[in-house]
C-alpha cells in the first residue's frame, strides 16, 4: 500500500475522531491564519518579483533565486492559503483536497533547498573570490533552481503519484502509521534535514574563515593601523553578504522547529502498541492540539515573511523598491496634470 497523506494530516485526523468541535475551531483558526498570511505573501511576494524582473540592475543571481522564492511563495497564497476555508470544506476526492497537503510540502522543500543553495552560493564568494563567476554562472544556477523545483515536486507528489496508492480514497492513510511515518522520515530527512545539514555546514565554514581572518590580522603588528583598519574593513564588507542567510535561517528554524518536534512526539507514540501509549496519552494529545492550532500554519508561512528579510538586508532592492514606489505616485500626478492641460486647450 502507498502513503498518500501527509504528516500534518494525522493531528487534525487524530483530533477529528476524538473531539469533532476541536477540529472546527483548528479549521476556523487555520482559516483566519491562512487568509492573513496569503494577502500578505501576495502583497510583498508579487510586486518583489515583479520589481526584479523589470529592473536589469536586480539581475544577479541571489536576486534570481530570491524570484524564485518569491514565485513559490505566490503559489502558496493562490493554491492554498487564500482558498483554504473552500478546500477545507470540499469532498475528499476533488482535486485541491487531493494535492492540498502535497502541494504545502512542496513549498517547504522548495524553500529549504533555495535556502541551502543560497549558504552554498555565500561559501563560494568567500572562499573563492577571483574564481566565483566562473563557478557560478547564470546557466548553473538556472540548471540548479530547475533541479531544487523538479526534486521538491517529485518527493512532494509521489504518495499521490505512486501507483501502489489506494484507489477507492487517494486522501486516506492508506496503511499502517509505521507505514505512513516511514514516508515522512525520508521526507523530512530528504527536504528538511539535508539542507539545513548543509547551512549550517555553511554557517560553520564562514565563522571558521572569519576567526582566520581575524587571527592574521591581528599577527600582522608590522602593518601600520591604517592598513589593518582597511583589512578589516574588507572583511566586513565580504562577511556582510552572508547575513541575510543567518538570519533567514535562524527564523526558519523559529517558525518550524515546533511544529516538527509536535509531528514527531506524535508519529513517535503513535506507533507504539496501546499498552504503552496510553500512559503517554496526555504528551500525544497536547502535540496534536498544538500542532492543530496553530504550529502547523506558522511552519508552512514562512515563505510568505520570508523577503521581508532580503529587502532589509539587500540595499539594490531597497533602492529599487523606493524608486520603483516614487514613479508609481508620480504617474497620477502627471495624468492629472496632462488631463487638466487638454482640458484648458479644449475651452480655449
Known sequence: MSINTTLSSLPINTTRNANGNGVM??????????????????????????????????????????????????????????????????????VLKIIQKPLRNFLLA??????????????????????????????IVGLNLTLVWLISLFVSFYP???????????????????????????????????????????HGYLFVVALRHVRNIDYQQSKSMEELKRGRQRIIKKFRAARPLIVTSVVFLIFTVPYFVCLFI???????????????LGVLMNALKASSYGLRELAFSYPAYNPFIFIL????????????????RKKPLLQSASTTRMTSTHLI
Open 313 to 328: 538586508f539587500s540595499q539594490d532592492l531597497r533602492k529599487e523598491i523606493a524608486e520603483f514606489l516614487r514613479i508609481s
Open 266 to 280: 506524535a508519529f513517535s507514540l503513535g506507533d507504539l502498541p496501546w499498552e504503552i501509549r496510553k500512559k503517554h
Open 110 to 139: 522548495s524553500f529549504c533547498f533555495h535556502l541551502a543553495s543560497d549558504a552554498v552560493d555565500k561559501v563560494v564568494i568567500i572562499a573563492f573570490p577571483f574564481q566565483y563567476k566562473s563557478f557560478v554562472r547564470p546557466s
Open 160 to 202: 499521490i503519484i505512486s501507483p501502489l496508492r489506494r484507489k477507492s480514497n487517494v486522501t486516506y492513510l492508506t496503511g499502517s502509521i509505521s507505514e505512513e511515518a516511514n514516508y515522512h522520515y525520508v521526507f523530512y530527512s530528504l527536504c528538511i534535514i539535508l539542507p539545513y545539514s548543509v547551512i549550517i555546514l555553511c
Open 25 to 94: 475551531l483548528s479549521i476556523t483558526i487555520a482559516a483566519i491564519y491562512n487568509g492573513i498570511t496569503g494577502i500578505i505573501a501576495l502583497t510583498i511576494n508579487a510586486p518583489l518579483a515583479y520589481i526584479i524582473i523589470t529592473r536589469r540592475t536586480l539581475w544577479k543571481i541571489p536576486h534570481i533565486r530570491l524570484c524564485s522564492m518569491c514565485f513559490t511563495s505566490i503559489i502558496l497564497a493562490l493554491l492554498y492559503c487564500l482558498p483554504y476555508p473552500w478546500i477545507s470544506s470540499s469532498p475528499p476526492t476533488s
